[in-house]
């Protein structure tokens, strides 16, 4: 087994001749292992079967972090956190298959609404109210098919069904609650799919019923729904408020429709108790990030939501869970944002222990600037001479001399060493990739990395190169803005074009450029799934002036909606000759739900040429351009039948069209 053999260095070719060449053709079984872009792929072709590993096994993934870090309590909690989400998608996903129409009416609910009622009376009976809201709440369940004992109390574990002595109880606990709460709280938990979607669709109607000759009416004041976004607990289900009224008196009852499979997977797991740990954890864990929706901050919610998905990435990844062990070996209960942030983790953690406090920012800045050496000249390894040209201070020189005396260099591996000379590389390349992030990040444009970005023509260079593949995954959310700060204007409209990588490589470099204000995209083709997957990578904070998507092969109005909604500030839109989209009024009715309410009010030039709109699709791209660009003072329509000089005359844009 040859693990790792892109690790080589000098000796890479040497020994990928010798497998390919010598080994293989002495019928010696072998198992290689490399990074794609790390081995010369032609010369195993012929002779071996080419594999992709697999992520690790929840199994796996448990084993190994038992051996590595079974003292931090935090990170068991973490670990049961990420066992418990991932148990409740998967009854979720089988309970609300994708193709189901009843997943998609739900998932089509809004996630907050209200409703026009009347308000609740100040003063009521609560024991004749939850006597009401019971036999209201037993025959709507019985409406949708569904038996008394689907009606529970929020907190009650069992799922069963209820006899009448019981029944009572939940009426006798349902006085007591809205006595204590001033409302009645109450579960609706249903068996199946269909059952929760037809319980819901009846709530919305409204429901009547006779109670001693006396009609009782339900009827939605607001409602909420998880169903779009489940959060950090995956636990989807709907909360209604609703107005109870009987005999010319109201009161309010909040509902939680659940489905039976999910809620039970919540309770059995400690979905709530988790929860409420990492809460208290992570309060003090993160002085500076705000827990509080107020003002668009972000909220606890969100934050452990956002963080949950890179911990259970990093998970399943063999070297980025080492790396997560280096970062909890120094107490923390902090976890990683993104893969950046647990690369510094890492190495900060890594330093502290093996140079004290100190000497952490000496050698950090030391070994960032070997790395920054490295990765310009794309080596892996670096010798005696390549290490006195990169550390031009002579204090970083002296530093590295004397961890060398002391026995090692952290985050570093000796390969030779004599005299005066030596050969060494990073533990991993991805820690010499994180340390080249670091310097980035903070030096824009500086003159030593004109070749990786300096100009638009080496940026596509770097995006395309095997090489830096992973540097761009690392510095996801902080190489684009890095950029952008200096230089807020972005042109991919050049040579070398992008290829496949280069596409892929440009959605991590775009994410969280809340700098940028021109975009140039012209002639990169953004066919397919790549289109919606760049823009949810730039969304939200983007605040673009200009973009150019001209001969982009856009395939989808539905991401361009969510960019332009994005950027209410924008005021150049080139869409030029892309010929696969608003070829419809389904596609404009799309594009226009999409953007919502949020006019173009800055919009003043809009290029549709060539984009061969058909004259079904021109009537509704006129209401739609009059009704949400005011500001508009050229467009371009060469190029489309659809869309005739015509057919504005009358309003405002009629004056403002060219080649039509």
Same mark, same amino acid.
Not at 222 to 242: A, I, K, M, N, V
């Given at each position: 087994m040859l693990d790792g053999i892109d690790e080589a260095a000098n000796m890479k070719l040497a020994v990928e001749e010798f497998v390919t060449k010598t080994l293989v053709l002495m019928g010696v079984p072998l198992l290689v292992t490399s990074r794609p872009e790390g081995i010369r792929k032609r010369l195993y072709s012929r002779s071996f079967i080419i594999m992709n590993l697999q992520p690790l096994s929840g199994d796996q993934q448990h084993k190994i972090i038992e051996k590595q870090l079974q003292q931090n309590s935090f990170f068991k909690h973490l670990v049961s956190f990420s066992k418990a989400r991932q148990a409740l998608e998967e009854a979720f996903q089988s309970n609300f298959p994708e193709s189901s129409e009843d997943r998609s009416a739900l998932e089509a609910l809004p996630q907050t609404a209200e409703e026009a009622v009347a308000p609740a009376t100040a003063v009521i009976d609560h024991e004749i109210f939850a006597a009401v809201f019971f036999c209201a709440a037993v025959r709507l369940l019985a409406s949708a098919g569904l038996n008394p004992g689907c009606l529970q109390l929020p907190q009650d574990p069992q799922d069963a069904e209820k006899d009448a002595a019981e029944s009572r109880d939940v009426q006798k606990r349902l006085s007591i609650h809205s006595k204590k709460l001033g409302m009645i709280k109450a579960d609706f938990v249903c068996p199946s799919a269909a059952s929760l979607a037809s319980l819901?669709? %009846?709530? #919305?109607?409204?429901?009547?019923?006779?109670?001693?000759?006396?009609?009782?009416?339900?009827?939605?004041?607001?409602?909420?729904?998880?169903?779009?976004?489940?959060?950090? %607990?995956? #636990?989807?289900?709907?909360?209604?408020?609703?107005?109870l009224t009987f005999q010319d008196t109201s009161h309010t009852a909040q509902v939680q429709i659940h489905h039976a499979e999910c809620l039970s997977v919540y309770r059995t797991l400690q979905m709530q108790e988790l929860w409420t740990a990492i809460r208290v954890v992570s309060v003090s864990g993160y002085p500076a990030a705000p827990h509080t929706g107020a003002g668009g901050l972000e909220t606890f919610d969100t934050m452990l939501e956002a963080r949950m998905s890179v911990f259970d990435a990093i998970c399943r990844i063999p070297v980025l869970l080492s790396v997560l062990a280096c970062a909890f070996a120094v107490e923390t209960q902090r976890l990683p944002q993104n893969l950046y942030d647990l690369y510094e983790m890492g190495m900060l953690s890594t330093l502290e222990r093996r140079v004290g406090k100190d000497r952490v920012q000496a050698v950090l800045e030391m070994l960032q600037a070997i790395a920054v050496a490295n990765h310009i000249a794309k080596r892996r390894t670096f010798q005696a001479e390549d290490l006195r040209a990169a550390l031009k201070e002579p204090s970083q020189l002296a530093l590295w001399s004397q961890l060398l005396e002391d026995g090692s260099v952290p985050l570093v591996k000796i390969l030779a060493l004599g005299d005066m000379t030596g050969e060494f590389q990073f533990s991993h390349l991805s820690f010499q990739e994180a340390l080249f992030v670091r310097a980035l990040s903070a030096s824009d444009r500086d003159r030593q990395f004109r070749c990786f970005w300096g100009s638009d023509t080496s940026l596509n260079s770097s995006l395309n190169d095997p090489f830096y593949r992973n540097t761009f995954v690392i510095g996801r959310g902080y190489l684009g803005e890095a950029l952008a700060s200096s230089q807020p204007s972005f042109n991919f409209d050049c040579q070398p074009r992008l290829s496949g990588l280069g596409r892929e490589g440009l959605r991590h470099l775009l994410a969280g450029t809340r700098s940028l204000r021109s975009l140039h995209l012209g002639n990169v083709d953004l066919g397919g799934q790549i289109w919606a997957d760049l823009v949810n990578s730039m969304l939200p904070g983007l605040s673009l002036q200009e973009l150019v998507l001209s001969r982009c092969r856009l395939s989808a109005v539905k991401p361009l909606g969510a960019l332009l909604r994005a950027c209410p500030k924008l005021r150049l839109l080139d869409l030029e000759g892309n010929k696969n989209i608003l070829k419809t009024p389904s596609e404009v009715a799309e594009l226009q739900e999409a953007v919502g309410e949020c006019k173009l009010d800055h919009l003043e030039v809009l290029s549709l040429r060539w984009c061969h709109i058909s004259a079904s699709s021109g009537t509704c791209i006129k209401g739609f351009l009059t009704a949400n660009c005011p500001a508009l003072t050229k467009i371009d329509l060469q190029g489309n039948r659809g869309l005739s000089r015509s057919l504005f005359a009358g309003t405002f844009l009629a004056a403002c069209i060219q080649g039509g």
């Open positions: 819901c669709k %009846t709530l #919305l109607k409204g429901f009547t019923v006779q109670i001693d000759g006396e009609p009782a009416s339900l009827h939605v004041a607001r409602r909420w729904s998880s169903f779009q976004d489940p959060g950090p %607990t995956r #636990l989807r289900f709907l909360r209604y408020e609703l107005r």
